[in-house]
């Protein structure tokens, strides 16, 4: 079914070759020929790429990584994602920092599929950027937990640390006390609620918008209406 897929797939090409060529070699071209050249030209490279992807991994039985794959003809720029033993899942990543108050004071869309452990440091360099320095206590999801990510954290003036999952990590290596590790811990648990409300309530669960940019600036439109309400709430009567 693959090779008959790619025969045809292959064929409509050949059939719009002859009529792309023929336009482009005109010398005045009409607004809907352009539109159209440039139409053609976008999705060709696309078709081209998935033509070669397919052969590598269905005929030859390659392994194509994630970042020589096309997953959407009209989405380009569509990331996989998958997250353990989870459901394969496609779009963007994205990390957040919140606060104390549930605001949400940075997001980040990555690119690709970078393991959490890899984007630790980043937010907290942003973080430390931003706000002029280190928060003096952090808790965050046990993919971040690594030991090196543990003493950069320290190094740059994290007091406690608190990574849901220890992998390895002492307690009081993180925190001062076990006390202190359980309250942080728990409050990453209300984060968790925090994200499910993003998704609910401000649209984080799908973006509806066409286009990398568009996504990006679907993303920061949720997080800074969510942070709007969120400022209202927090306003003393």
């Given at each position: 079914l693959y090779q008959d897929l790619i025969q045809v797939t292959r064929m409509s090409l050949?059939?719009?070759?002859?009529?792309?060529?023929?336009?482009a070699g005109l010398r005045v071209d009409p607004a809907t020929c352009t539109a159209w050249l440039m139409e053609v030209a976008h999705y060709r490279v696309l078709i081209e790429r998935v033509i070669e992807q397919t052969e590598r991994r269905v005929f030859h039985g390659?392994?194509?990584?994630?970042?020589?794959?096309?997953?959407?003809?009209?989405e380009a720029h569509?990331?996989?994602?998958?997250?353990?033993?989870?459901?394969?899942?496609?779009?963007?990543?994205?990390?957040?920092?919140?606060?104390?108050?549930?605001l949400v004071l940075d997001v980040m869309i990555e690119?690709?599929?970078?393991?959490?452990?890899?984007?630790?440091?980043?937010?907290?360099?942003?973080?430390?950027?931003?706000?002029?320095?280190?928060?003096?206590?952090?808790?965050?999801?046990?993919?971040?937990a690594s030991k090196d990510n543990l003493?950069?954290?320290?190094?740059?003036?994290?007091?406690?640390?608190?990574?849901?999952?220890?992998?390895?990590?002492?307690?009081?290596?993180?925190?001062?006390?076990?006390?202190?590790?359980?309250?942080?811990r728990n409050f990453r648990a209300g984060i968790e609620a925090g994200i499910s409300y993003l998704k609910r309530c401000f649209g984080l669960r799908r973006c509806n918008w066409k286009g990398l940019e568009h996504f990006k600036a679907y993303v920061w439109s949720a997080v800074v209406t969510h942070n709007m309400v969120r400022l209202a709430r927090l306003k003393p009567a």
């Open positions: 050949s059939y719009i070759e002859p009529v792309y060529q023929a336009l390659e392994k194509v990584p994630a970042r020589e794959k096309s997953f959407s003809l009209f569509t990331d996989i994602i998958v997250k353990g033993s989870r459901d394969i899942q496609y779009g963007h990543k994205l990390n957040l920092m919140t606060g104390q108050s549930g690119a690709g599929n970078p393991a959490d452990t890899e984007r630790f440091l980043p937010m907290l360099n942003r973080h430390i950027q931003h706000y002029g320095k280190a928060p003096r206590q952090m808790a965050v999801d046990g993919g971040y003493k950069e954290a320290k190094a740059k003036g994290v007091k406690d640390m608190a990574f849901h999952k220890k992998k390895g990590l002492k307690v009081e290596e993180m925190a001062k006390s076990d006390w202190v590790y359980r309250k942080l």
